[in-house]
């Protein structure tokens, strides 16, 4: 039964109750057409009122600029790590781009770029990842074609609370992680993707906001599907978009602005990650956050029991004795051990005070 558990999964991660179950409602009939989104054509009349309507909430909730369009991809979040290179190096003539490594996922989306041109991390390989250097450490060229960072770690759960300053070189974020849990200033950006099976639906499909200026430089080696200029030109439609996985986009955007946005989604975040960062702050012999606290995301908190690099008897049973009060998926990523909640915009307050009152009575127990 879904009230019987508490889902606090890093992604593909807990939906809203209101989109599951107007998703259930339309699954056999959708709009009552006898068929249901998965059934019906991509550029029948209905499907196009389903992205077009995604489309204007998107642009409502982040108040997206005239110049910059909107895509709906396959491919994840990896399919760009080479799509932002294939489309992007060209854009100044060194082909060379900088890149803010502050985690396993920007790390990634180097090393894919470095198959396409020429990548300069912005300061030497940090030995982990728990913190966001200095900006002024960072040795930007101002002649790169972009600068790209991301903007939550999903799995180091480091955030960055601003926007890189990049004297006018276009900016590349991935919000894979955090797009839509505060309002975020679309003019600073060049690009900004983000899969959305964390905070704004299900996989299958990649939100990608481009700048108009910057599209149609791709290399000439770059897939047809990963061209921008291609799929701007056809709406999506280059080739059959993930129908379905907009369609629940759509239903999350709408209940995203029932609930007052991104600003009330801030709100949210704020008061659920300070509830949880108090509660690990306040027992400092038991719970660890490795993550210095500029840097901590809102989105994904990962700590450790017992010791700074984790008591893995402890934590073992922590997950044990968590998975019987029904909180499911609290296990760290498998690179870096110890335990990990996110907790993405659906995740309520209620589900984080759940979780709150247990670790105490854990430390109760088990200190
Ligand atoms: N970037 C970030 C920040 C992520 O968290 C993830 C996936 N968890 C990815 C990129 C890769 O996304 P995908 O699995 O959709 O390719």
């Known amino acids: 039964n879904r009230d019987q558990v508490i889902n606090f999964a890093p992604g593909p991660a807990k939906l809203p109750q209101e989109v599951l179950e107007q998703a259930q409602k339309d699954m056999l009939s959708y709009n009552n ?42 491919g994840g979040g990896t399919g760009q790590f080479s799509a932002v290179p294939l489309n992007f190096l060209n854009l100044k003539e060194g082909h060379t781009a900088d890149y803010i490594v502050t985690g396993a996922w920007s790390a990634k989306a180097a090393k894919e770029a470095e198959k396409y041109g020429k990548v300069n991390v912005v300061y030497p390989k940090l030995d982990k990842y728990t913190t966001i250097p200095d900006p002024s450490t960072w040795n930007l060229n101002p002649e790169a074609s972009y600068v790209y960072y991301c903007a939550n770690e999903t799995i180091h759960g480091v955030e960055f609370q601003f926007v890189p300053e990049t004297n006018g070189v276009p900016i590349v974020a991935d919000m894979s992680s955090n797009i839509l849990t505060r309002p975020v ?86 008061k659920k990650s300070e509830s949880l960062y108090s509660t690990i702050d306040s027992l400092p012999e038991f719970y660890f956050c490795p993550v210095d606290k500029p840097a901590r995301s809102r989105m994904n908190v990962p700590f450790r029991i017992g010791s700074p690099s984790g008591d893995e008897t402890l934590e073992k049973r922590f997950l044990e004795e968590a998975q019987k009060r029904g909180f499911v998926s609290l296990k760290g990523h498998r690179s870096v051990g110890g335990l990990r909640a996110s907790l993405y915009n659906a995740v309520t307050t209620q589900d984080v005070d759940k979780l709150v009152s247990f670790m105490k009575e854990f430390h109760q127990t088990n200190q």
């Open 33 to 74: 057409l006898g068929i249901s989104v998965m059934e019906m054509s991509h550029r029948s009349s209905d499907f196009s009122k389903i992205i077009n309507n995604a489309e204007n909430l998107l642009r409502e909730l982040l108040q997206i600029p005239d110049n910059y369009k909107v895509l709906y991809l396959q």
């Open 185 to 270: 200033d679309i003019s600073k950006f060049g690009l900004i993707y983000a899969g959305a099976q964390k905070n704004i639906g299900c996989a299958g499909v990649t939100l990608v906001i481009v700048r108009e200026d910057l599209i149609g430089r791709a290399m000439k080696e770059c897939p047809s599907v990963l061209d921008y200029k291609n799929q701007v030109g056809m709406n999506s439609m280059f080739n059959t978009p993930p129908t379905w996985s907009i369609y629940i986009m759509g239903l999350v955007f709408q209940w995203l602005k029932n609930l007052g946005g991104a600003a009330a989604m801030e709100e949210l975040n704020r």
